[in-house]
């Protein structure tokens, strides 16, 4: 296997490369860079989702970088501005020792002025939303008459937003004998247009498109009723609290009602989509990035390409309507060699969508069960205990307090003590809210309490099994206890007015 060193790469970029750890190239980066560095050809490079794709365009196209020529040398296009920032992102680092190069991302949202202000100096290259590129090309911000380089990262994506005319716009300024790579895990149709269109024979480097999902992506699917899927997903998360993901829905609207269901019942949730503004997707990139969040509610489009580190789930609220977008959502997790599980909710009539999936895809499915409560419990009981087991008090305690511990509970049987302490621990857990599932399924005369799912789970509104009471393992209440903590006034997430809320409402729209 080839080592960076052997693809050519400069000694300034290897340097970059060993401090960020990157060991060995993969096997799209192997393939492509040398071509890169040294073919005058465009390149199309199909790869799986996570292998490092803006490595395997953006370091060759660092080292061609003529420092000593002012001229905007070379642009990459890509779909939203989240995946145009990450792009500059990694530029920016990968040309740290190239100080001579110059990187700069303009997208819409930002203050177009500073933008402005920033390409009066020379930018080498220039990564750009489609949209915000044309409003500066216009102003004469942006010239791309001595362009060499073109990359379109997710170039599907910027077609099914509706970029085509700004994207032949956009060429339109540029010169003929520039060079386009295209980068991108999946073919679909759009693709093969855009090669058509705008690319001279382009040399294909494709690895492992027999499979273009990601291998290290365990895939499952649920199958739970439309009105169950919000708690489905409760369950999910309550059942592993080291889960990081995003979770799919496939309008604005549905994102921003499943991200204020979440938030209501305190879980650190926040939507990602299209109708907020720069600044609040920032924030909640930023916030999701910084683990302060653990689960990001997003539409295919405004999650597309994004790289958060250690994601270990991707969810399909509800499955994309094209196979492609299976891809790249469940792409999210799985990265740099990672693994990763993605989780369909289906209806019980969509069964045949998984079959085209795995046929379609290459892939495997798994059918799975959504966590019962008593499982919940269990795996918070089990955790706890092994903590319990791990902590080490020696030193940690002044002795009286033991001794003066010891004495309160002397009547008391080791039994007698490890319940107490168990019911304590799980009224300070917090696991699930106000659930109101197993009403419903009372009141539709199926499951309810005693149903292999249900049991253990009193109700609110009838009191279920008492009010904290907890009759053993099996028995742990736990919509009793949240009914304590009082309920959080609705919040709308960051970014969404009420007013755009109800807009929504009016008018279910395709994000
Ligand atoms: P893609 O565009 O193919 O989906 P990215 O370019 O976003 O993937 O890269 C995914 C992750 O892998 C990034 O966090 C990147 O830093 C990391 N990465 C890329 N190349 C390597 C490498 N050779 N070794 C280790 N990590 C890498
Ligand atoms: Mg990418």
New binding site residues.
């Given amino acids: 296997m080839a080592s960076f060193k052997d693809l050519g790469l400069s000694e300034e970029i290897l340097k970059v490369l060993v401090e960020l750890g990157?060991?060995?190239?993969?096997d799209i980066?192997a393939e492509s860079i040398p071509l890169l560095l040294e073919k005058n050809k465009d390149l199309i490079g199909l790869?799986q989702?996570?292998?490092?794709?803006?490595?395997a365009f953006g370091l060759p196209l660092l080292q061609r970088i003529d420092p000593n020529n002012k001229a905007t040398q070379a642009l990459v296009l890509a779909p939203t501005r989240e995946l145009g920032q990450q792009i500059a992102e990694q530029l920016h680092t990968f040309s740290k020792y190239q100080t001579k190069v110059s990187v700069l991302a303009v997208y819409g949202g930002a203050a177009i002025v500073n933008q402005i202000k920033a390409l009066r100096k020379p930018q080498h290259v220039i990564i750009a939303t489609p949209g915000r590129l044309i409003d500066l090309i216009k102003r004469k911000a942006v010239k791309l008459d001595e362009l060499q380089y073109l990359v379109l990262d997710e170039a599907d994506e910027m077609l099914n937003m509706g970029f085509k005319e700004e994207i032949d716009k956009i060429l339109s300024y540029t010169p003929d004998d520039k060079l386009t790579w295209l980068f991108s895990?999946t073919m679909p149709d759009e693709i093969k247009r855009i090669v058509r269109k705008y690319m001279d024979q382009p040399i294909e480097v494709k690895v492992n498109t027999k499979n273009e999902v990601n291998a290290n992506i365990e895939h499952q699917y649920i199958v739970v009723r439309r009105r169950d899927k919000e708690e489905a997903l409760l369950r999910i998360l309550d059942s592993d609290p080291d889960i990081r993901g995003v979770v799919f829905c496939r309008t604005r609207l549905d994102t921003q009602d499943l991200a204020e269901f979440l938030m209501r019942r305190k879980y650190r949730a926040d939507a990602l989509h299209g109708d907020m503004s720069q600044a609040q997707r920032d924030k909640v990139m930023k916030r999701f990035k910084a683990k302060s969040l653990q689960v990001l509610i997003a539409t295919d489009v405004a999650a597309r390409?994004i790289?958060v580190?250690d994601l270990t789930h991707v969810f399909h609220f509800t499955l994309p309507d094209q196979n492609a977008y299976y891809t790249h959502r469940s792409?999210r997790t799985a990265?740099?060699g990672k693994k990763g599980v993605s989780i369909a909710f289906i209806g019980s009539s969509d069964q045949y969508k998984i079959k085209m999936l795995q046929k379609k895809l290459g892939i495997k499915f798994e059918a799975k069960e959504i966590p019962s409560a008593e499982d919940i419990v269990a795996k918070a009981v089990e955790k706890w205990c092994h903590e319990v087991l791990e902590t080490k008090t020696k030193g940690k305690l002044d002795e009286q307090l033991i001794e003066q511990a010891n004495m309160l509970f002397g009547n008391l049987s080791k039994e007698e003590l490890t319940a107490k302490v168990l019911l304590n621990e799980l009224q300070k857990l917090n696991i699930g809210s106000d659930r109101d599932l197993n009403d419903q399924l009372k009141q539709r005369g199926e499951g309810g309490r005693g149903s292999d799912r249900d049991r253990g789970r009193g109700s609110r509104r009838d009191g279920g099994g008492g009010k904290n009471k907890y009759k053993g393992k099996k028995k742990f209440d736990r919509s009793g206890r949240s009914s304590k903590g009082g309920k959080k006034k609705n919040k709308y997430p960051e970014g969404f007015s009420k007013d755009a809320k109800n807009r929504y409402k009016k008018k279910k729209k395709k994000a």
């Fill in positions: 990157f060991e060995k190239p993969t980066q790869a989702t996570g292998t490092g794709k803006t490595a895990a390409g790289d580190n792409g990265r740099a």
